[in-house]
């Protein structure tokens, strides 16, 4: 018979997300919060525990509600493919101009400051082992993880916020893309160190190529959707058109270029953002991945915490682990804002909305995993930075949006 399992837990990962993210607003906490928390109360995190601590339970262990399969997981790598598409064609192309330089330096700063800081702590911990040892590799590596920011979870919250297509949300957004590539041209440096991966000049070629073709075939590109929108304006058709652009873009960046998927969906969503229908298309999508994709990229990051390798010393080194890589981001990416002539508010604002790390943190451990940087113990203290910074970050800007309205 065939296996149906999968339907089962898509229809536990969308009920119980719905629940807790509408629990979530009711504490007037942003709904993406309360999706993370029902991955984790759904997944390996909460049984896990229950096992161990509750002895009648060693005999008979209580069961995962839902694992994190493969379904699930490209399920959820859809879901922010999406997410971060919508960013794009609400992407005001006017401010995005205005906040080029400036998202650029405090992309920069979102990087080296997260990757000096993390390879410091890292040493501290395990030893430095002098210039060119394992440590010293290992350490960089902890600083790359930490560098890397996933804008996703503050798209979906500076959403719901109404406040994605302003100066702050397309700041925070242009500079978390420009963020990517460093961080990728980064990586690549750390690895190549380590003998396992191709020269650094040639993934730096490749970032230029992706984005010079990405800007040449984008003139032709919206050329195309601009006929097509005067021909059949307000038509399904150019919604379905538009995914299927952004789909290619997302396959295209990271197959042929080594840049992350959800890039090149940013950048589908930034050549049709003048569209004339293009908040009609934005509208469209937003349907889908609001009832299914977004709720199951959220709950995933819940599905894969799990404290089964935790000991004391993990347990102290994840905890600063948090707490470095979230105040690197904002004392670096903040800073940078102000020297930017960003009043004080929004600076902090640009620095807390950059602090959010997710599937590019666990691409990035995945990478220095299979390289052998680091080993399976790690990717505690890296769940534990997506869940705390995917929580945290959605009440910070809420809460600082409020007391500080203005953009």
Known sequence: MEDLSFLRDLAIILCVAKLFGIAARKFRAPEVVGEILAGVLIGPAVVGILNNVIPALAEAPLPVLVDESNFISQMAKIG??????????????????????????????????????????????????????????????????????????????????????????????????????????????????????????????????????AIISGFVVYKIFSWLDKRYEHTRRIPIASLVYCLIMAFVAERYFGIADITGAYVAGVVLCNLHDASYVERRIDISAYM???????????????????????LLFSVCFVIVACLSKIFGCGGVARLCKFKGNDALKIGVGMMTRGEVALITASKGLAAGLITEDFFTAVILLILVSSITVPILLKSMFKKYPAD
Request: proline share 1%; glycine share 10%.
């Open 292 to 314: 299914v994709f977004a709720p199951v990229f959220f709950a995933s990051i819940g599905l894969k915490v799990s404290f089964e390798t935790m000991n004391l010393k993990l």
């Open 80 to 213: 922010v493919i999406m997410l971060m598409f919508e960013a794009g064609l609400s992407t005001d192309m006017q401010k995005l101009k205005q906040t080029g330089v400036k998202a650029t330096a405090i992309a920069c700063a979102g990087v080296f400051v997260p990757l000096i800081s993390g390879a410091v702590l890292f040493m501290a911990f395990y030893g430095w082992g002098g210039f060119g040892s394992d440590q010293m590799l290992q350490g960089l590596f902890i600083g790359t993880i930490i560098a890397a920011t996933s804008v996703s979870i503050t798209v979906a919250a500076l959403k719901e916020l109404g406040k994605l297509n302003g100066l702050i949300g397309t700041t925070i957004t242009s500079s978390a893309i420009i963020d990517d590539v460093i961080g990728i041209i980064v990586l690549t440096f750390v690895l190549s160190a380590r003998g396992t991966e191709t020269n650094i000049w040639m993934i730096i070629l490749k970032a230029i190529l992706f984005f010079a073709i």
